[in-house]
């Protein structure tokens, strides 16, 4: 424990497990023991309520909240994608299922003249199309628990285990997503199969199935109309920076495509198109091919577009943010040097150690150093990212925009807060931790969030209030400013090597350290 406290910088116990003299935990079958336990060290003396009693089952709620919280943006990120992985398999089904109809007209055809019905023609594509739905449904989810289970060997091989437990696979984990399958795999082929319902008997005269999907004016009104809408929102969601437009042109304008699909396939294939003759008879081939069903062509492509339009949004957002949260953190940092952890996550309690501050204090050359502390809390009960800082100093180091109110003015009652809480200079805001529960009044309220990974704390505390709220915290990193001599940077290296799994960098470099943290979802 000594060793473990000096290399982590904490110098006390963060929790104490105790087994009751029942050989119960609390949770189990004499919860009087556990009662009479809490009791017993709530009247400890020295200790000002900074501790709390909790049962197994109580600590394991608290840490799968904890967790919830911390993987939310994950969690709706994964889901986004998921929507969107069954928009375009609905798209490929559709597509799938609506060749196979027009390639099957003529048969069709005679069914309907020797007396079959139109719902017996439907019930013959959706008997096909359940059959497909529970076989592939069964096979994806077989293919995905195989999947789980090579990522978990892969990343054992490369030494990144990352569960401590056996894996569970929940009934719900598998029913759902066999049950989308099955619902969007019906869902898909209804159309077609509507479509080969309403085939005439006479068309088993014909040589070929006529598609007339791009001659209908109401069709190609309606979906250029919403093309021209989605283009006039998007347009001036990016004047007004409006995101709610944004997300409606979004839409309108992927119905749209779907609705004008057909025109708009033989408008290109008499246009654009011309430009496949270049290759001859093959080039004539596709061009005819592809006016002639304008339906089934707009579908195929559709698909590609819709995997196209994913990848540049992602590419786009993904590259965005990252240069913007370069940009920010190089805009706010006032110093020439950082000392950061190899990882500031405040979730895996390493940091810097808090004496790598006073050391490079110490060096000749060091004009000013500013260490930050971040640590999660609960905040009115939300999950929150908190940071210490030094009030004298900060300012110096690092602009915070502050718009209301006074950093250097934080004390034991009052905190800073981002202007994306929407609180005002006088509010008040009860803030739980591991060294227990106090109500702050609002000091200060800034615009610029220090550096973090993913995100910088939406509270700022002084240090001191910081340190009696999460005990033994690390420093996350320290904002050093120097003469520039080369001299001076290597005495601060000396004494980043010898602490160990911390680095020394420029502000630019750590500002673009810290946006590329995208960079792994995005390859």
Known sequence: PDTAAELLSAPEYDRI????DDGVDGAGASPDAYVAF??????????????????GAELVDEMQTEVDDRTGFQTTFLLFFAVIALVAGSTII????????????RELALLRSIGASRRQVVGSIMTEATVVAVVSSAIGAVLGIAGFYGLIALFEAIGLSFLSTSVEIAAASLAIPVVLGFVVTLGSAFLPARHAASISPMAALRDAAVDNSAGSRWRSRIGVGMLVLATVLTLGATVGNAGGGAILGLVLGFVGVIVAGPTITRFTS?????????????GRLARTNAARNPRRSASTAFSLTLGVALVSLFTVVADSISSGVSSDVDDGLLTDSVVAAVSDNPANGVG??????????????VELVSPVATSVASVDGEFAVIGGVDALTI???????????????????TLAVHSDEELVVGDTVTL???????EFTVGAVFDRALPGSPVGPDYVLERSTFDALAPGASDAFVLVDTDGSEATDAAIQVIVDDAGAISLSSAQEYADSLGSFLDTFQN
């Open 17 to 20: 497990v105790v087994e009751l």
């Open 38 to 55: 809490a009791a017993e060290v709530d009247g400890l003396g020295g200790l000002d309520g900074e501790v709390e009693v909790l049962s």
């Open 94 to 105: 559709y597509n799938t299922f609506l060749i196979a109809v027009q390639q099957r007209t």
């Open 270 to 282: 008499a246009t654009i198109g011309r430009v496949l003759d270049l290759f001859g008879i093959t």
């Open 352 to 365: 810097v150690p808090r004496s790598v501050s006073a050391e490079v204090g110490a060096v000749d050359g």
């Open 395 to 413: 300012e110096s180091a690092y602009d915070l925009d502050v718009v209301d109110g006074s950093i250097e003015a934080l004390d034991a009652t």
């Open 432 to 438: 739980a931790s591991p060294g227990g529960t106090t």
